[in-house]
């Protein structure tokens, strides 16, 4: 159980599947993972949009590397869509955004979790986020943050590793928006073999 507002890092090895499931609903699930051999390759935004073709995840969709290289592919999704562009959240943005004091946020987490592995804020990219709703318009408006997620109690998805991965993830805690309905609640996240 990953209570809101925690965050959890771990590696899955090649072929393992990592659950995660949005206890409650309406809860955004922010989400790195990097070659667990060689951590300087990881998740890269813009290749996976492009060689998925398009800026949502959903089943089938695989998370590619920076070199080109799958690192995890979406095997189950009771949810159907995923964001791939409005980023995590942080102190800098939330004062940006919403004029709101220093508090729990998304980067701080990364930065939390990625330091269990040797790794910083300087190895954070742009990241996915799980069960978070953001609509783009045909003008290229997205509204990141201003419509609840799509995600009923129980949903989940769930990634099959391609090859050994460090995968980390921070439970959103976000309260200036409604990505999480103005209330930040738990996740569970499983690890498991499946053949």
């Known amino acids: 159980m990953i209570p809101a507002a925690g965050d959890w890092s771990g590696i899955v090895k090649a072929g393992q599947r990592l659950r995660i499931v949005d206890l409650e609903g309406h809860q955004a699930v ?3 993972c990097y070659d667990a051999a060689d951590p300087a390759e990881r998740y890269n935004a813009a290749d996976t949009m492009k060689i998925n073709g398009s800026i949502f995840l959903g089943p089938g969709s695989k998370l590619y590397s920076d070199m080109g290289r799958a690192l995890f592919t979406i095997v189950e999704d009771s949810c159907g ?10 102190n800098e943005s939330n004062h940006l955004r919403y004029g ?29 986020n799980f069960f978070m709703h953001v609509p783009v318009g045909a003008d290229g408006f997205m509204n990141t943050g201003l419509d609840a997620g799509h995600s009923k109690p ?5 990634l099959r590793a391609e090859r050994d991965v460090l995968a980390v993830l921070s439970n959103c805690p976000q309260i200036n928006n409604a990505t999480n309905d103005f209330n930040p609640t738990p996740v569970r996240v499983t690890l498991f073999d499946r053949d």
Do not use: Q, Y
């Open 30 to 32: 922010d989400f790195l």
């Open 81 to 90: 869509r995923h964001d791939t562009i409005g980023g995590c959240c942080s």
């Open 100 to 128: 709101a004091t220093p508090g729990p946020n998304c980067r701080d987490n990364f930065v939390r979790a990625l330091g269990r592995h040797g790794l910083g804020r300087k190895d954070i990219v742009a990241n996915v």
């Open 154 to 158: 129980g949903d989940r998805v769930e």
